[in-house]
């Protein structure tokens, strides 16, 4: 398995300003995923990860309101950029550890 | 596009019955997961499945799946309150990106 560390675990942002969200797992992995919850709905992938190299984002998703950073194995973070109360959700990211996905603790975002 | 489709999505049901969970997906895999989510928790894995035909069981829940008819079920035997939760299937079909169904919310009543 894997241990996973997300950080904030919450806060409460106001709009147009911008939320840094520290992802870190305990063994060094190629790929580190970005999920967004909204409220009472399912996860919906927002990009991969991937140390070195770009992300690659979802249709619907854009680096210049999600840039992600991966500078080593074992961290990654989000940024939720310009944020409007939209953008209230859970945020997890998530590895995979063989056949299985494990997901961090989340980090529960409400912009006012 | 990939589809991933969860009936029912919300169940309430009594303690000691029984009930099944449906995943129907729209594309070839044969890699399925299902989550489970505590209300304010992060996703805990369930089972993994990963061929034609899998079965696993865990405690009163067993998880089935058939490729062929790209369908998984998450069968609940004499529930418990315990077992109150959302209840995810994801399917990976596309290297190691999942689609989420909606999600069952499941309510167990004594």
């Known amino acids: 398995s894997a241990v996973i560390s997300q950080k904030p675990s919450r806060d409460i942002c106001q709009r147009g300003t911008s939320l840094t969200i520290q992802c870190q797992v305990d063994?060094?992995?190629?790929?580190m995923f970005w999920y967004r919850q909204q409220p009472g709905q399912s996860l919906t992938l927002i990009a991969t990860?991937?140390?070195?190299?770009?992300?690659?984002?979802e249709s619907g998703f854009v680096i210049d309101k999600f840039p992600i950073s991966r500078p080593n194995l074992t961290f990654s973070t989000l940024t939720v950029s310009n944020m409007s109360p939209e953008d209230s959700s859970i945020y997890l990211c998530?590895?995979?550890?063989?056949?299985?996905?494990?997901f961090g603790p989340g980090t529960r975002l409400t912009v006012l | 596009e990939l589809k991933v489709e969860q009936n029912p999505l919300f169940l309430s049901m009594q303690e000691g019955k029984n009930y099944t969970i449906y995943c129907n997906y729209s594309?070839?895999?044969?890699?399925l997961y299902w989550y489970r989510q505590d209300p304010g928790k992060s996703l805990e894995s369930l089972f993994v499945?990963?061929?034609?035909?899998a079965v696993k069981q865990e405690g009163r829940l067993m998880a089935s799946l058939d490729t062929k008819a790209r369908l998984s079920t998450l069968h609940i035997t004499a529930a418990v309150h315990d077992l109150s939760a959302t209840y995810f299937c994801?399917?990976?079909?596309?290297?190691?990106?999942?689609?989420f169904g909606e999600g069952t919310q499941l309510t167990v009543n004594p």
């Open positions: 994801a399917v990976d079909a596309s290297g190691s990106r999942l689609t």
């Open positions: 998530s590895v995979w550890i063989g056949y299985e996905q494990f």
């Open positions: 499945l990963l061929s034609n035909g």
């Open positions: 063994s060094q992995v190629t790929m």
């Open positions: 594309t070839t895999s044969d890699r």
């Open positions: 990860a991937n140390q070195g190299s770009e992300a690659t984002y």
